[in-house]
Nanobody, 121 residues
Framework: QVQLVESGGGFVQAGGSLRLSCTAS????????MGWNRQFPGKARELVAA???????YAPNSLKDRVTISRDVAKNTVYLQMNSVKPEDSAVYYC???????????????WGKGITVTVSS
C-alpha cells in the first residue's frame, strides 16, 4: 500500500505561483512514476505533470510552459510548481502514484485525497 498526502493548496492571486507537495509513504517498489492531475467540476481528471523513477518529466503542451514537476527522492516527495496561474487553473489537484504493471503485474494506481486550489483574479 502507498499513501499520498498533498499539501500547499489554497488561494493564489492570478499571475502568481503555486507550489504543491505530495509525500508518499509505504511500499514504493511497484511505483513507476508519480504525477499531478487536476479535476474541474463536472469534468474528468486531467494530467498536469508526471515524473518517472528515472527522473524523466512530462507535461501536456498546454501546460508545459508554466509547470515544473520535481522530486526529492530522500523525502519521497514530489513537487508541482505552476507559474503565471490563471483563474481557470482553479481546480482540485490530485497526486498519484502509477503502478508499474510491467514490473509487478496487475495493480492499481494510488491517489491522494486531493487539494483545492483557487486562483483569484
Amino acid at each position: 500500500q502507498v499513501q499520498l498526502v498533498e499539501s500547499g493548496g489554497g488561494f493564489v492571486q492570478a499571475g502568481g505561483s503555486l507550489r504543491l507537495s505530495c509525500t508518499a509513504s509505504g511500499d514504493m517498489t511497484c511505483i513507476s512514476a508519480m504525477g499531478w492531475n487536476r479535476q474541474f467540476p463536472g469534468k474528468a481528471r486531467e494530467l498536469v505533470a508526471a515524473i518517472t523513477n528515472n527522473g524523466n518529466t512530462y507535461a501536456p503542451n498546454s501546460l508545459k510552459d508554466r509547470v515544473t514537476i520535481s522530486r526529492d527522492v530522500a523525502k519521497n516527495t514530489v513537487y508541482l510548481q505552476m507559474n503565471s496561474v490563471k483563474p481557470e487553473d482553479s481546480a482540485v489537484y490530485y497526486c498519484n502514484a502509477e503502478w508499474a504493471t510491467t514490473l509487478c503485474g496487475y495493480g492499481t494506481d494510488y491517489w491522494g485525497k486531493g487539494i483545492t486550489v483557487t486562483v483569484s483574479s
